[in-house]
């Protein structure tokens, strides 16, 4: 971190509208304007709507992250978590990767921590769920499901191989729809190499409190989806919540029981917790309170936008909300971006109004549903043709010409070469079997002393597993 006499303009995330503000920032601002630090846990930003397609091994999980300092190389990058904020002295606490936290001075604020997964007290759910909000989960997702293909596909006792072969989705939002989409499909193509798994030997479980899935898309395509995916054998459950979890034993309010050892949890989100610490005034739900100029109200010199920010929607009508999307977040962070600038300057705010442009959703390969807004015509879209709208759209939007050619170059590749279907989950545990052999416990010794040696392993697994929940949580 660097002391500096220019005004310190501090962006806290560095996901889409961290990124592209603070890009944005850059681009107009003067020599020596301004000091941009953008402060993140990841040294990434993460394009979310490509999960789904990682988790399934369409696209490499590298392309679908963006290097913060490769893209920001003006910037000053710093990897940590503001943990608290000081407003009245404008100082920010800093936690950084490594190491004792400490205090950055801002003149400027962006809060653009974006949302975690909403989640509800439910027993077990804690510890089998699994979500779908970063790189991370997608690779443990899809290394998760190809572990329990390999499992099936060699135990001989049915009881494990059902669990292993039963996955349950909660949630029919977008991530929630094209992820179980998306996953059915790998392991329906994973599925021609194992000799012992089907397709039919699989369950494959979507669930939603909500009466329909896809509301993003609206009622008619979302019923096309709901359609279809039951068409690949996807049992859906609509007005129906998940009671209880514990152990992967499943337990829906319909009534419904399974053993499951895959539970992903998609069922929305909410604006992250700790903006509770930054003494910022919020909305309702908990996002921070803004006008359509997305500055912070009561502030002149904080804004905020994107998933954490309740941005007014303009085009939508009063009280209206832009919704939590990507569409936004990007509009926003640019707009965010142009009016940091006339603050600097002394000028006004300007305000932020898109009409919503639509909504593309992915569910598989070569199937999907698009609903484009042209004017005041909805044209509705589903199947293949929409599926190549989702990956155009996409696959433009993605940030950097880099990241966009990389992504169309393991679609085309894919076109040729058959789909990756290896599990590599031990990476995950990368030093455990070197641990096993340089433990001073020898080859050769004691059952006990084996089984001692198998308890430290997982002792350590455990406590690996803990500190990292610990991270993510604080
Ligand atoms: C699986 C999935 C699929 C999606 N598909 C679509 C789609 O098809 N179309 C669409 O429009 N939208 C989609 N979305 C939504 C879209 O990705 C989000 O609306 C968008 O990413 C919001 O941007 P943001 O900058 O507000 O938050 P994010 O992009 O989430 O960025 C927040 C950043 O803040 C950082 N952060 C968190 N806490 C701290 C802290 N204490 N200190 C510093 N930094 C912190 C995080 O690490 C992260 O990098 C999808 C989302 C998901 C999860």
Redesign the pocket.
């Known amino acids: 971190m660097s002391t500096t006499e220019r005004p310190r303009i501090l962006v ?9 503000a603070a890009r944005r920032i850059l681009k107009k601002m003067r020599y020596g304007e301004a000091t941009v630090t953008v ?4 040294s ?9 397609e990682a988790a399934a091994g369409s696209i490499s999980p590298r392309h679908v992250v963006v290097p913060l300092r490769r893209v920001l190389p003006k910037a000053e990058v710093l990897t ?4 608290t904020i000081d407003q009245q002295s404008k100082v920010a606490t ?1 936690a950084p990767l490594v190491g004792e936290a400490y205090d950055l001075p801002f003149d400027y604020l962006v809060i ?5 997964s909403r989640t509800f007290p439910i027993p077990g759910l804690a510890e089998n769920g699994i979500g ?3 790189v991370e989960e ?1 690779i443990g997702l899809r290394n998760h499901v190809l572990e329990q293909l390999d499992k099936a596909d060699s135990t001989g006792d049915e009881d494990v191989r059902r669990r292993a072969l039963t996955f349950v989705f909660v949630g029919g939002g ?2 929630g729809a ?2 179980v989409g998306e996953v059915e499909d790998m392991a329906r193509d994973a599925a021609k190499y194992y000799p012992n798994v089907r397709r039919e030997d699989m369950r494959f479980i979507l669930v939603d409190v909500a009466p329909r899935i896809l509301p ?1 898309v609206g009622p008619k395509l979302g019923e096309w989806g709901l359609e279809h995916l039951k068409s690949r054998g996807i049992e859906c459950y609509l007005n129906t919540s998940l009671n209880s979890c514990v152990g992967g034993h499943v337990e829906l309010s319909n009534g419904l029981e399974v053993d499951s050892s895959t539970i992903v949890w ?1 069922a929305g ?1 909410k604006p ?1 917790p ?1 903006l509770a610490r930054f003494g910022l005034p919020l909305g309702p739900k908990g996002h921070v309170d803004v006008d359509a100029t997305m500055q912070v109200r009561g502030t002149d010199h904080v804004w905020a ?5 309740q941005v007014p929607d303009l085009a939508a009508g009063e009280g209206e909300f832009c919704p ?6 990007l509009r926003q ?1 640019r707009a965010l971006g142009d009016n940091i600038i006339s603050g600097l300057r002394g000028f006004p705010q300007g305000e932020y109004k898109h009409a919503n442009k639509g ?3 992915g569910l598989g390969l070569h199937k999907g549903v698009a609903m484009i807004v042209f004017g005041k015509a909805r044209i509705k879209l589903k199947g293949r043709l929409a599926w190549y709208m ?1 990956r155009t759209y ?1 696959g433009l939007a993605v940030p950097t010409w880099n990241r966009k050619i990389r992504v169309f170059a393991d679609w085309t590749l894919a076109m040729f070469l058959k789909r990756e279907v290896v599990s590599l989950g031990a990476m995950e545990h990368p030093r455990e079997e070197f641990y096993e052999a340089a433990s001073p416990v020898t080859a050769g010794a004691t059952e006990e002393a084996a089984a001692e040696r198998k308890t430290r392993v997982k002792e350590s697994r455990a406590a690996a597993n803990r500190d990292r929940e610990e991270a993510r949580a604080s």
């Open positions: 806290v995330g560095g996901g889409y509208v961290g990124l592209y402060v993140d846990p990841r990434y930003m993460t394009y979310q709507p490509f999960l789904p940590g978590r503001v943990t800093i653009a921590m974006g949302a975690v779908m909000k970063g997608a977008f991530a094209e992820t993003e998609t989100v992250n700790a936008a994107g998933d954490n920010a939590p999307n990507a569409q936004h977040a962070a909504a593309v959703a989702h996409h």
